[in-house]
């Protein structure tokens, strides 16, 4: 069964950046959408980001556009979360996941899910 892991969560100050990185563990020939969701203490998980298996096209939740950027190499691993201007609001657990629906970003429907990597901005 494939796993997903995430890794380059921190503690990072008001206004900083960090990269976050999610690869399946082991070799795998899956051809899968990804995305990277957050959950604050005390809140949902909510979505953040998304990319398709290609690479060709995002999704990027309003509360992170402009800020961050979900990116792959076309059709590889790993996924990368570049975010910038980090704020106190931002901290959260961040949580890698994947779909079989690799073609999607819009309406992302997760079908694999990292244990999750905390982000922690300091104000």
């Known amino acids: 069964q494939v796993q997903l892991v995430e890794s380059g969560g921190g503690l990072v100050q008001t206004g900083g950046s960090l990269r976050l990185s999610c690869a399946p563990s082991?070799?795998?020939?899956?051809?899968?959408?990804m995305a990277w969701f957050r959950q604050a203490p005390g809140k949902e998980r909510e979505f953040v980001a998304a990319?398709?298996?290609?690479?060709?096209?995002?999704y990027y939740a309003d509360s992170v556009k402009g800020r961050f950027i979900i990116s792959r190499e076309n059709a590889k691993y790993p996924v990368y979360l570049q975010m910038s201007s980090l704020k106190p609001e931002d901290t959260a657990v961040y949580y890698c996941?994947?779909?079989?629906?690799?073609?999607?970003?819009?309406?992302?429907?997760?079908?694999?899910w990292g244990q999750g990597t905390l982000v922690t901005v300091s104000s």
């Open positions: 082991g070799r795998t020939s899956s051809a899968f959408a």
């Open positions: 996941a994947a779909s079989i629906f690799s073609g999607v970003v819009a309406d992302f429907r997760p079908t694999i």
């Open positions: 990319i398709t298996w290609s690479g060709g096209m995002t």
